[in-house]
């Protein structure tokens, strides 16, 4: 599966989702209304297709690659990976051993890691199970802290 075939997955797969794009990579956030003040567009995922953020993956390889990012519960990230590494090298990528060119692999996230984010470059085979499981659950947590957040208001 390519960037673009797991950006049409998630699009047409997660009712209420906004993929907000930019430099060739895609934000999907969980806004059902259209109406999230800035403050409050945290994505889900992410779909990332070069190394405009960060070199460690090396996106930029010859032939290309993407890296899909999943923010999940603190949960579900230390039940396949314990604790979060807090640790980083000097250029800020978290120590967690994992090597962050590796294809269809789900790891830590290289930067994002201690706050319960996952990585995967290239899913395939190996992977897209997987992903596409991580990707429901991180959609049901928004969807559920979005309507938490429409209850307070309400109350209010």
């Not at 930067?111 to 596409?132: D, F, H, K, M």
């Not at 991180?138 to 938490?148: D, I, P």
């Amino acid at each position: 599966m390519d960037a673009d075939e797991l950006r049409q997955y998630i699009c047409d797969t997660f009712d209420g989702v906004r993929a907000a794009e930019g430099s060739g990579d895609t934000f999907f956030l969980y806004d059902p209304a259209g109406d999230l003040p800035p403050e409050r567009q945290q994505p889900f995922a992410t779909i990332v297709t070069g190394d405009h953020y960060d070199h460690v993956s090396n996106l930029d390889r010859p032939g290309g690659a993407y890296r899909v990012n999943i923010g999940l519960t603190k949960a579900t990230y230390t039940a396949r990976f314990g604790a979060a590494a807090t640790e980083r090298d000097a250029d800020g990528v978290l120590r967690t051993g994992a090597d962050y060119t590796a294809t269809d692999t789900l790891m830590p996230h290289p930067i994002y890691a201690s706050q319960y984010w996952v990585c995967v470059v290239n899913p395939g085979e190996a992977t897209l199970p997987t992903v596409r499981a991580l990707l429901a659950e991180a959609y049901e947590f928004w969807v559920r802290k979005y309507a938490n957040q429409q209850a307070r208001r309400q109350d209010e």
